[in-house]
């Protein structure tokens, strides 16, 4: 916890006028609000709460509202007093930042939607892949979690979309709306068509299922949180799950799916290098790690 007491410490002793800045009282109130949330990981699901990882979520929203803020020419001083707290200084840089609304959205009546994720630590490293399938009232019939060794983010991907239309076969499914947010294995099932000799047997695999496949989508991640939680989940647990009940499923993933039940959508940043855009700013650990800030 000493980082943490360090910044309350640089609050305590700076001047009035850092103190009242809003960046300084917002963020102290999102870093008071991180502990809370580690606190409760802590005790009712047994995570370990590190004081890395809180900076970490604090520093990443700090980027993300910093991209918000107009007119950071006039703010320059507040901002670089207030960022000084966390032991951060800023660079100037040129980026552009653009913010959309993504949510998972149901299929038509007589359809089923499967989405799909992979997760891969190290890439090539342990990794995991789950799915979860949804009629067009957001019911679930199924979702499943599963650990496959040492692969790659691709056969991880690809993977999971065997694992989910074999079950959609085990139970005579067809109909199928494919959701992935790997682009790379849309693209390469809209095609029909796959250039990568590992995939080779699991594709056969895939083809044999194709004709329950009716449309293929791809989702962003933050549209595809449930598929992503079961993949990591089976990353961690280094086993293969099939769950009937959404309360059966892992509590990040029933988190998400409370979200889409209530039609919640999540925000998307994405931020793009720009040739010549106004006066920007990038904020950078001292210590050689970096965060960008853009706008």
Same mark, same amino acid.
């Given at each position: 916890?000493?980082?943490?007491?360090?910044?309350?410490?640089?609050?305590?002793?700076?001047?009035?006028?850092?103190?009242?800045?809003?960046?300084?009282?917002?963020?102290?109130?999102?870093?008071?609000?991180?502990?809370?949330?580690?606190?409760?990981?802590?005790?009712?699901?047994?995570?370990?709460?590190?004081?890395?990882?809180?900076?970490?979520?604090?520093?990443?929203?700090?980027?993300?509202?910093?991209?918000?803020?107009?007119?950071?020419?006039?703010?320059?001083?507040?901002?670089? $007093?207030?960022?000084?707290?966390?032991?951060?200084?800023?660079?100037?840089?040129?980026?552009?930042?653009?913010?959309?609304?993504?949510?998972?959205?149901?299929?038509?009546?007589?359809?089923?939607? /499967?989405?799909?994720?992979?997760?891969?630590?190290?890439?090539?490293?342990?990794?995991?892949?789950?799915?979860?399938?949804?009629?067009?009232?957001?019911?679930?019939?199924?979702?499943?979690?599963?650990?496959?060794?040492?692969?790659?983010?691709? $056969?991880?991907?690809?993977?999971?979309?065997?694992?989910?239309? /074999?079950?959609?076969?085990?139970?005579?499914?067809?109909?199928?709306?494919?959701?992935?947010?790997?682009?790379?294995?849309?693209?390469?099932?809209?095609?029909?068509?796959?250039?990568?000799?590992? /995939?080779?047997?699991?594709?056969?695999?895939?083809?044999?299922?194709?004709?329950?496949?009716?449309?293929?989508?791809?989702?962003?991640? $933050?549209?595809?949180?449930?598929?992503?939680?079961?993949?990591?989940?089976?990353?961690?647990?280094?086993?293969?799950?099939?769950?009937?009940?959404?309360q059966d499923m892992?509590?990040?993933?029933?988190?998400?799916?409370?979200?889409?039940?209530l039609g919640i959508?999540s925000l998307r940043?994405?931020?793009?290098?720009?040739?010549?855009?106004?006066?920007?700013?990038?904020?950078?650990?001292?210590?050689?790690?970096?965060?960008?800030?853009?706008?």
């Amino acid at each position: 916890m000493r980082p943490l007491l360090e910044v309350f410490r640089r609050v305590i002793d700076s001047p009035t006028s850092v103190k009242l800045s809003p960046f300084i009282r917002i963020s102290i109130a999102y870093m008071l609000w991180e502990i809370w949330k580690g606190r409760n990981s802590s005790r009712f699901a047994g995570q370990v709460m590190r004081v890395t990882e809180i900076m970490r979520h604090v520093t990443q929203w700090l980027r993300s509202t910093h991209s918000l803020v107009p007119n950071k020419t006039k703010c320059l001083r507040f901002v670089c $007093e207030a960022f000084g707290l966390w032991g951060l200084h800023i660079i100037s840089t040129q980026t552009w930042t653009t913010i959309r609304s993504v949510r998972w959205t149901p299929p038509r009546v007589g359809q089923w939607k /499967l989405n799909v994720d992979g997760a891969s630590q190290g890439n090539p490293g342990p990794s995991g892949g789950g799915g979860i399938l949804h009629d067009s009232t957001g019911c679930i019939l199924f979702a499943f979690s599963n650990f496959y060794n040492i692969r790659t983010n691709t $056969e991880a991907e690809a993977m999971a979309i065997r694992d989910g239309l /074999l079950l959609c076969e085990e139970q005579n499914i067809t109909n199928i709306v494919l959701e992935s947010d790997s682009k790379v294995l849309v693209d390469m099932l809209r095609a029909d068509s796959c250039p990568h000799w590992r /995939l080779k047997n699991i594709w056969a695999d895939i083809m044999r299922c194709r004709g329950r496949i009716t449309t293929i989508t791809h989702q962003f991640r $933050e549209g595809n949180q449930i598929a992503n939680a079961l993949a990591t989940h089976g990353v961690r647990s280094h086993r293969r799950t099939v769950f009937s009940f959404w309360q059966d499923m892992p509590i990040a993933a029933r988190g998400a799916h409370r979200l889409e039940r209530l039609g919640i959508p999540s925000l998307r940043i994405h931020r793009t290098p720009l040739p010549a855009p106004p006066r920007q700013w990038r904020i950078a650990w001292r210590r050689s790690r970096v965060v960008t800030i853009g706008c």
